[in-house]
């Protein structure tokens, strides 16, 4: 696939080379950028925002839990994003999803299943493990009921921007951003803002890792 743009933001630099490697096995022509933090990957998506997929990993500097993934969707909704993580909980990988992630591989499978789960990706399809079934589990998460512009409103709130902050930054008017606000408040059941936000950092929250 000449052409491809692809995005690896991890923040372990072996990890990087590892599976920058593992892509231009397949993708020799593939232009291949690494990110090592969050605001990194900002900064190339919104140089390259043609970029074909990201594959993102879930902890890293600039990240907080799915909070990342939320960003992304909302201020890249055309860029497909894949989480490629050590954390293989069933309920994370399928809330993974449920905010918008084509797929999901966890970073024990091996090359070979990589290079698959790439070509499904690239190819406009999806991935999961094989350890999950598709469907069943959970409902769908009520911040997946929220449009990209909604998602971006919300995390504003989650700052503590008030209205006047969040539609200058959104480049829309004070009404409009109310009408939003009412609008997050309806999708995710709640009463208020400060209801929402607490709901919002709940369901993007990860469990902390295991003592080194």
């Known amino acids: 696939m000449p052409g491809l743009r692809i995005v690896i933001a991890d923040d372990h630099p072996l990890f990087r080379d590892a599976l920058r490697l593992t892509v231009e096995r397949d993708y020799p022509d593939a232009a291949i950028a690494e990110a090592q933090s969050f605001d990194t990957l900002r900064a190339r998506l919104e140089a390259q925002p043609d970029t074909d997929l990201v594959l993102l990993d879930l902890r890293m500097p600039g990240m907080q839990g799915l909070s990342g993934l939320l960003f992304m969707r909302a201020a890249f909704p055309a860029v497909p994003v894949a989480i490629i993580s050590a954390e ?16 999901y ?42 449009t990209p512009q909604q998602i971006r409103v919300l995390m504003m709130l989650s700052e503590g921007a008030p209205n006047k902050k969040i539609a200058h930054a959104l480049s829309v008017s004070e009404a409009t951003v109310k009408a939003h606000v009412s609008a997050i408040l309806e999708k995710l059941e709640v009463e208020n803002r400060t209801q929402a936000v607490v709901l919002a950092r709940e369901i993007a929250a990860l469990p902390e890792p295991p003592p080194a």
């Open 105 to 146: 591989i966890a970073k024990s499978t091996g090359a070979d299943g990589i290079r698959k789960a790439l070509a499904a990706l690239l190819s406009g399809g999806f991935w999961m493990p094989d350890s999950i079934a598709p469907g069943g589990g959970a409902p769908p998460s009520r911040l997946a009921r929220l």
């Open 88 to 103: 293989d909980q069933h309920s994370i990988v399928r809330r993974a999803i449920e905010l918008g992630a084509v797929g």
